[in-house]
C-alpha cells in the first residue's frame, strides 16, 4: 500500500517558468514532509522540509505547499532552470519511523 | 570529503551466491538506513539502526542482514541472492530520529546489484 503517492511520473516545463510537482499521502500521522532531488547514478539529495504545523517553507526558488485537510503537498520551482532536471521524490514520516518515499516524478526543463 | 559512501557501485554475481554491501558515513550521524530501489522505481525502507537498535522491515527476507560494527558503517549482507533480489541499494544516515529528519538524510551513491 502506497502512503505516498506521486501520481505523475514526469513533468516538463521550459526554462524560466513554473515547475508544479504534487503528492498525495494516506497516513494522517505523517508530521515532517520532505521533497528530495536525484539525479542519474547518484543517491537521492535532500532538498526542502516542512512540519506538519505549517503549510508552507521557503528556500530560493523552491517552496514547498502543505495542504493537510486534502492530504495534498506540492513543490513549486520558480523559475525553473535546465540544472533543475532530475527525479523529485516526496517523502513523509511518522514520529520516530523512517522516511517512507513516493515513486518520484521526473522532472525535464526545457531550455 | 564528508559524505556517505558505498561500495561496491555496481555488483554483478549468480544466483545463490552471499554478497556484502558496505556502508561508511563520516558526518557524525547516529541513525544509518538501507533503502532498496526496485524496478518501479519505488525507494522502500529496509532496516534503520540507531544506537545499536535495529529496526527491521517485517517485508524483508530474512537473507538480508545488517551489521555494525561502529556507529559510522551499517553494512548490508545477503545471502542466497536471487533474481529478485536485483535493485539498486541506498545506503543513508541522519542525525537521529524524529525532529532531526527535517534535516533530511545524506544518501550514498546507491549500488547496483544484478543478480544472473
Known amino acids: 500500500d502506497q502512503q505516498v503517492k506521486q501520481n505523475s511520473p514526469s513533468l516538463s516545463v521550459q526554462e524560466g517558468r513554473i515547475s508544479i510537482l504534487n503528492c498525495d499521502y494516506t497516513?494522517?500521522?505523517?508530521?515532517?514532509f520532505l521533497w528530495y532531488k536525484k539525479y542519474p547514478a547518484e543517491g537521492p539529495t535532500f532538498l526542502i522540509s516542512?512540519?506538519?504545523?505549517?503549510d508552507k517553507n521557503e528556500d530560493g526558488r523552491f517552496t514547498v505547499f502543505l495542504n493537510k485537510s486534502a492530504k495534498h503537498l506540492s513543490l513549486h520551482i520558480v523559475p525553473s532552470q535546465p540544472g533543475d532536471s532530475a527525479v523529485y521524490f516526496c517523502?513523509?514520516?511518522?514520529?520516530?519511523?523512517?522516511?517512507?518515499f513516493g515513486k518520484g516524478t521526473r522532472l525535464s526543463v526545457i531550455a | 570529503d564528508t559524505a556517505v559512501s558505498q561500495t561496491p557501485k555496481y555488483l554483478v554475481t549468480q544466483m545463490g551466491n552471499d554478497k556484502s554491501i558496505k556502508c561508511e558515513q563520516n558526518?557524525?550521524?547516529?541513525?544509518m538506513y538501507w533503502y532498496k530501489q526496485d524496478s518501479k522505481k519505488f525507494l522502500k525502507i529496509m532496516f534503520s539502526y540507531n544506537n545499536k537498535e535495529l529496526i527491521i522491515n517485517e517485508t524483508v527476507p530474512n537473507r538480508f542482514s545488517p551489521k555494525s560494527p561502529d556507529k559510522a558503517h551499517l553494512n548490508l549482507h545477503i545471502n542466497s541472492l536471487e533474481l529478485g533480489d536485483s535493485a539498486v541499494y541506498f545506503c543513508a544516515s541522519s542525525l537521529g530520529t524524529g525532529p532531526a529528519v527535517v534535516y533530511g538524510y545524506t544518501f550514498g551513491s546507491g549500488t547496483r546489484l544484478t543478480v544472473v
Open positions: 516542512i512540519s506538519s504545523i505549517k
Open positions: 558526518l557524525g550521524h547516529d541513525t
Open positions: 517523502a513523509a514520516s511518522a514520529n520516530l519511523t523512517p522516511l517512507v
Open positions: 497516513n494522517s500521522m505523517f508530521d515532517y
